[in-house]
Every structure is written in structure tokens, then in C-alpha cells.
């Protein structure tokens, strides 16, 4: 019952932008950490950046400075924003979220359908 659907991806040329954004819908009682990763053809998925009910952020090295996450607790959303965009960031990006949903209230993994950016020279 509970879902993320993501949307913004695309395609953009090297040095450019594009804004992620992922919802969370259903029966929720509360969100943890949320995320996105990325899964690029042949390669494992990886963490891009998460961020805590708090605010507190992380990036993986290769984003450090690029990219910025951020969420709207009462929207049930998180967003990526996505600068100096590069062909080695091309991927499927996905959302993740640590979710307790009701009525069990049990934190689970949840993830989203994925979209695809890709970013050509």
C-alpha cells in the first residue's frame, strides 16, 4: 500500500540540470531516511545522497558538490537536484525511503519504480 513514484528524468546534455523528485503515498505512520541511488548499465546501484527526518545529508564522492537532496516531511517528498551534470552520472535513479507503514508500524525498505537520466557529450 505504500508507494514511491519518482519523476524529473531525462534527457540533458553535459553541464546541465535536472531536478528529481519521489513521493510517498499510502498508509504511512512515519519516514525515516530517505534517498536515492542510481544503477548505471553493468554496474551496481549505488547511493547518490540521503537525508534524515532531521536534515542531515550524505553524498557519495563522486556527487559531493553537484548535487543537493532535500524533503518536504509534510509533502511525504524528497527531491535531488542535479547540477554540472556529467555522462558518467547517465543511470537509472531510483528513491528509497525507510517507511514504518500502518498498522504494524515496522520500519521496511521501500523503493521506487525508478527513472532514467541520461546525460549525453
Known amino acids: 500500500q505504500v508507494q514511491l513514484v519518482e519523476s ?5 546534455q553535459v553541464g546541465g540540470s535536472l531536478r528529481l523528485s519521489c513521493a510517498a503515498s499510502g498508509s504511512i505512520f512515519s519516514i525515516n531516511v530517505m534517498g536515492w541511488y542510481r ?3 553493468g554496474k551496481q546501484r549505488e547511493l547518490v545522497a540521503s537525508i534524515t527526518g532531521g536534515g542531515s545529508t550524505n553524498y557519495a564522492d563522486s556527487v559531493e558538490g553537484r548535487f543537493t537532496i532535500s524533503r518536504d516531511n509534510a509533502k511525504k517528498m524528497v527531491y535531488l537536484q542535479m547540477n554540472s551534470l556529467q555522462p558518467e552520472d547517465t543511470a537509472v535513479y531510483y528513491c528509497n525511503a525507510v517507511i514504518s507503514a500502518l498498522p504494524v508500524r515496522v520500519p521496511r525498505n521501500y523503493w521506487g519504480q525508478g527513472t532514467q537520466v541520461t546525460v549525453s557529450s
Not at 524529473?8 to 540533458?12: I, S
Open 39 to 41: 544503477q548505471a548499465p
Open 8 to 12: 524529473g528524468g531525462g534527457l540533458v
